[in-house]
Nanobody
Framework: VQLQAFGGGVVQAGGSLRLSCAAS????????MGWFRQAPGKEREFVAA???????TYVDSVKGRFTISRLNTENTVYLQMNSLKPEDTAVYFC????????????????????WGQGTLVTVSS
């Protein structure tokens, strides 16, 4: 499975970006798909994830500003990011797993088997 993320860029604080991640080469359905981010000098952190059945979960810092969605038939996941803040600046990675994780596990990097290459989001103040 290959994941390819698109949509990063430079935006002013308060602006919006939409990230996309498409999976290819798979022969299994990717039940859980998510987004993580890594800022310079920091560890990779969970942002949002979605699971079959429409279950979604977010890190507290993005609730109300970010929305994750997916096209199940194509194993494609999106991250709509509104009201962006400078602290959202990071490389954003999409991730996927064929397993249908419980909500508490969806935020762990260990639950994901496949990772995209990352796309840089820069929010200027």
């Amino acid at each position: 499975v290959q994941l390819q993320a698109f949509g990063g860029g430079v935006v002013q604080a308060g602006g919006s970006l939409r990230l996309s991640c498409a999976a290819s080469g798979q022969t299994v359905r990717l039940s859980t798909m998510g987004w993580f981010r890594q800022a310079p000098g920091k560890e990779r952190e969970f942002v949002a994830a979605t699971r079959s059945g429409g279950i979604t979960t977010y890190v507290d810092s993005v609730k109300g500003r970010f929305t994750i969605s997916r096209l199940n038939t194509e194993n494609t996941v999106y991250l709509q990011m509104n009201s962006l803040k400078p602290e959202d600046t990071a490389v954003y990675f999409c991730a996927a797993s064929p397993k249908s994780w419980i909500i508490s596990a969806m935020g762990s990097t260990e639950g994901y088997d496949h990772w995209g290459q990352g796309t840089l989001v820069t929010v200027s103040s």
